[in-house]
T-cell receptor, first 116, second 114 residues
Framework: AQTVTQSQPEMSVQEAETVTLSCTYD???????LFWYKQPPSRQMILVIR??????QNATENRFSVNFQKAAKSFSLKISDSQLGDAAMYFC?????????????FGQGTRLTINP | DSGVTQTPKHLITATGQRVTLRCSPR?????VYWYQQSLDQGLQFLIQ???????AKGNILERFSAQQFPDLHSELNLSSLELGDSALYFC?????????????FGPGTRLTVL
């Protein structure tokens, strides 16, 4: 079964610094999608960034970027110039690639604290 | 605002009772997904519907059932509730833009079973 592992239950960073959140996954598939979701105290799930496995180029969205290492099955999220509003739970997710069924498998999450 | 709505926001009930959670997907989205977020199990996929038909099933308990109606809204029915069913239940939807890879989440329904 596909699994997603986030080995850092909690992380903290100083405001304006850079932080990297780790994620590894297990799959025998060659085509899939990976995502990072943010869950602030409001509990809303917000998509931060996504990566298609067939793309070699790492995805980037403003201050958020990923380091996708397909062979190592690693998908880390880098947040640059951390802001207070970045404080949240971050979930790594894998899209189960059965045709017509797009369920997400989530890691256990990393709680990110931003220190002013 | 994701465009996905869920009602109610909060629900408090007793063990043994039955509740119904409602979800309205984004305009045009044909797929609806239900997820459960609990402290001990994390975020888990329950079930997916596509245009009224069940498409995929996760570790959904037999006491739970769902359906998607012709207007594409979906309901998740939870019966014979137990203390362990207390959780945040999310609905997500996808597909209106032709891209089924991104799921848009609703604000969730917080269920407390006493």
């Amino acid at each position: 079964a596909q699994t997603v592992t986030q080995s850092q239950p909690e992380m903290s960073v100083q405001e304006a610094e850079t932080v990297t959140l780790s994620c590894t996954y297990d799959t025998s598939e060659s085509d899939y999608y990976l995502f990072w979701y943010k869950q602030p105290p409001s509990r809303q799930m917000i998509l931060v960034i996504r990566q298609e496995a067939y793309k070699q180029q790492n995805a980037t969205e403003n201050r958020f970027s990923v380091n996708f290492q397909k062979a190592a099955k690693s998908f880390s999220l880098k947040i640059s110039d951390s802001q207070l509003g970045d404080a949240a739970m971050y979930f790594c997710a894998y899209r189960f690639p059965i045709q017509g069924a797009q369920k997400l498998v989530f890691g256990q999450g990393t709680r990110l604290t931003i220190n002013p | 605002d994701s465009g996905v709505t869920q009602t109610p926001k909060h629900l408090i009930t007793a063990t043994g009772q039955r509740v119904t959670l409602r979800c309205s997907p984004r305009s045009g989205d044909l797929s609806v997904y239900w997820y459960q977020q609990s402290l001990d199990q994390g975020l888990q996929f329950l079930i997916q519907y596509y245009n009224g038909e069940e498409r995929a099933k996760g570790n959904i308990l037999e006491r739970f059932s769902a359906q998607q109606f012709p207007d594409l809204h979906s309901e998740l029915n939870l019966s014979s509730l137990e203390l362990g069913d207390s959780a945040l239940y999310f609905c997500a939807s996808s597909g209106s833009s032709g891209d089924y890879n991104e799921q848009f989440f609703g604000p969730g329904t917080r269920l407390t079973v006493l």
